[in-house]
């Protein structure tokens, strides 16, 4: 393919859309999903339960050796419901929206999702509960496919509860196509939580997360393979007891017992948080070698000093939000730039890539990259530039191999929570 870089805007500024496309990363669901219990599967009954899977990877099928992974996009939702109950204004409030209301918003709502309104919807951030729903299976194994066709082996899909997770649906993906995928567990952001999530202590967290690694979903036996996206946005206004830092004070626990790396959901507006979230885990006993910090923005790419330090600190800044639709809201290019002056600092071992499909307006067969971007474009766009090749195998192979391949439990006694 021909190195062309990122699309002309295809849209004019968007500003109300802006704050939850970029929140993306994930999709929720009505009451049944959002008061979930965890799985009525016990957590091992005592840390020498937990098996030692160090050295393999766990996707969807099971067990793999890392060299099995090949190129590897590490943030991606195959199945999805961003959505939320319409009968909770309560959670729309956390994302600063209301419920639809009047006779148009509500048919705007309930409207099925067709390729003639995607500019338009692209500018109605969750005005439409259709384009915030990916739960066709046909389709998802077309946008695998037109993947594997450019060389990709492997998916982490990282559908935290609240939005999903959808392991049978993508057992069959997995069936249908022979792509390795690798499941996230934890809880997706505030407006998605359980509706008991306060009264939820760290351990019961840390079991829910430990549970889905070990035993699986569920009774399905399919099992995570990496602890997120977890995320790391109320800090901001709690750093020490918001229900997310307890979930990320479990994300670290539920690492260090199970060995798996935690893959967080960055506040992608605050970019002056990001070393709290590395605090957090940090006092919360993670290994920072194992934390990878997602959704690293164009605001977070206009600051090579903040990424510096941060990867100073020893976790993978993740470049997640490439070939968005709302280019002009989340522009690509500063990220590539910000790609390339990293890998040219040196840095090519802590950088990792994806796309974070989320919606129906990023998917291929609407008119989007689905998951073909940083094959399509971002590759070819760092060879022109001179990046040598090492270096881009890095950033698709090496660098996910490490993160995804279990490490030993740590069976020292955790930090009380
Ligand atoms: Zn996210």
């Known amino acids: ?23 993306c990363g994930a999709a929720a669901l009505g009451a049944t999903v959002l008061t979930r219990r965890a799985a009525a599967a016990p957590v091992p009954a005592t840390l020498q339960a937990i098996p030692d899977q160090s050295g393999r990877v766990m996707t969807v099928r099971g067990l793999i050796d890392p060299s099995e992974l090949g190129p590897t996009l590490m943030h991606e939702h195959l199945f999805i419901r961003f959505t939320l109950p319409t009968d909770q204004p309560e959670r729309w409030a956390r994302l600063g929206l209301r419920v639809p209301e009047t006779p148009e918003e509500l048919a705007l709502w309930n409207q099925p999702f067709t390729v003639r309104d995607r500019l338009k919807l692209m500018g109605a951030f969750y005005r439409n509960q259709d384009a915030y729903n990916l739960d066709d299976v046909a389709t998802a194994v077309a946008e695998v496919q037109a993947y594997q066709a450019l060389g990709g082996r492997t998916i982490v899909d990282v559908t935290t509860t609240g939005i999903g997770p959808h392991p049978e649906k993508i057992r069959e993906v997995v069936e249908r196509t022979g792509i390795n995928v690798v499941m996230g567990t934890g809880f997706y952001r505030y407006a998605w939580h359980p509706s008991d999530m306060a009264r939820r202590s760290i351990d019961d967290l840390t079991a829910h997360m430990v549970r889905e690694l070990t035993t699986g979903f ?3 036996g399919i099992r995570a393979g990496i602890i997120g996206e977890i995320p790391a946005e109320t800090i901001e206004f709690s750093p020490k007891e918001s229900d997310e830092v307890r979930v990320l004070r479990a994300a670290a626990r539920a690492s260090r017992l199970t060995g798996a790396a935690i893959t967080v959901h960055s506040d992608l507006r605050r970019v002056h948080r990001l070393h709290t979230a590395v605090d957090v885990l940090e006092d919360a006993g993670a290994d920072l070698s194992r934390v990878v910090l997602g959704h690293m923005t164009h605001e977070a790419a206009g600051q090579p000093d903040l990424l510096e330090s941060l990867v100073a600190r020893g976790v993978y800044v993740q470049f997640d939000i490439l070939g968005n639709p709302l280019d002009v809201e989340i522009p690509t290019r500063p990220m590539v730039d910000a790609i390339e002056r990293l890998i040219m600092r040196g840095h090519s071992e802590r950088i990792l890539v994806s796309q974070d499909v989320c919606t129906k307006m990023q998917l291929l067969q609407n008119g989007g990259y689905g998951f073909t971007f940083v094959a399509s474009i971002l590759v070819p766009w760092l060879r022109r530039q001179g990046v040598p090749s090492p270096a881009i195998d890095n950033l698709l192979i090496h660098n996910p191999r490490r993160v995804l391949t279990f490490v030993a439990p740590d069976r020292a006694p955790q930090r009380p929570g």
Do not use: C, D, Y
């Open 218 to 220: 569920g009774n399905t």
């Open 1 to 23: 393919m021909s190195p062309r870089f990122p699309r002309v805007p295809e849209a004019p500024p968007l500003r109300p859309s802006r704050r939850a496309f970029l929140e």
